[in-house]
């Protein structure tokens, strides 16, 4: 396991309210960034951090936005929920090649969020 | 910009059959390339990657890849699949060199169905 951690891993909102997701890691890296999943699409980059404080956006960050304060955390906000968000959501942690790096990105489990 | 094409959408095979998933891209630029395993309801399992070298790689669980610069693909076989490999199989591309902050561009999946 690649230490990503999301929470919560299900939730049911109504629209219009404001729903955050958070993405905790345990290995320090650098990079971090936000899919979403729907069926026929693959994997949609929302945003992505390459460092404290330093966020931008990805193909689809209308209605969202993100928070890095401190290296193992990454929090996604949906400022007003719309039923069109409703997706499955993947954190996911990048090790860059060379030294010990691996050259990789890893995923947490997921978070399925349903707006009703 | 760059994309990733996934030439099927779903591939019916029987046990012990060979299989091969098929993944072209594009870029203007060098790319690092990854297979991705998807079991249903978990994150994305990283099968195999492509960052330089070889060009032939071998990954977990049996299955390798080859990447082919001039057909610009990276289709992914096993010789011998079993039930268990039934999931959707994610192709992936990020700029080489770290040039894009690692960000990936993902195809739309393939579902690989194993029967007895």
């Known amino acids: 396991d690649a230490g990503i951690t999301q929470s919560p891993r299900h939730k049911v909102t109504e629209t219009g309210t404001p729903v955050t997701l958070r993405c905790h890691q345990t290995?320090?890296?650098?990079?971090m960034y936000w899919y979403r999943q729907d069926p026929g699409h693959g994997l949609r980059l929302i945003h992505y951090s390459y460092g404290v404080k330093d966020t931008d956006k990805g193909e689809v960050s209308d209605g969202y936005s993100v928070s890095r304060s401190k290296t193992e955390d990454f929090l996604l906000t949906l400022e007003s929920a719309t039923s069109s968000q409703t997706s499955v959501y993947f954190c996911?942690?990048?090790?860059?090649?060379?030294?010990?790096?691996?050259?990789?990105?890893?995923f947490g489990q997921g978070t399925r969020l349903t707006v009703v | 910009a760059q994309s990733v094409t996934q030439l099927d959408s779903q591939v019916p095979v029987f046990e012990e059959a060979p299989v091969e998933l098929r993944c072209n891209y594009s870029s203007s630029v060098s790319v690092y390339l990854f297979w991705y395993v998807q079991y249903p309801n978990q994150g994305l399992q990283l099968l195999l990657k492509?960052?330089?070298?070889?060009?032939l790689v071998k990954g977990i669980n049996g299955f390798e890849a080859e990447f082919n610069k001039s057909q610009t693909s990276f289709h992914l076989r096993k010789p011998s699949v079993h039930i268990s490999d039934t999931a959707e199989y994610f192709c992936a591309i990020t700029r080489g060199s770290g040039g894009s902050n690692y960000k990936l561009t993902f195809g739309k999946g393939t579902l690989l169905t194993v029967n007895p």
């Open positions: 492509y960052l330089s070298g070889s060009t």
């Open positions: 996911a942690i990048s090790e860059p090649p060379g030294g010990t790096g691996r050259g990789s990105t890893f």
């Open positions: 290995e320090n890296h650098r990079y």
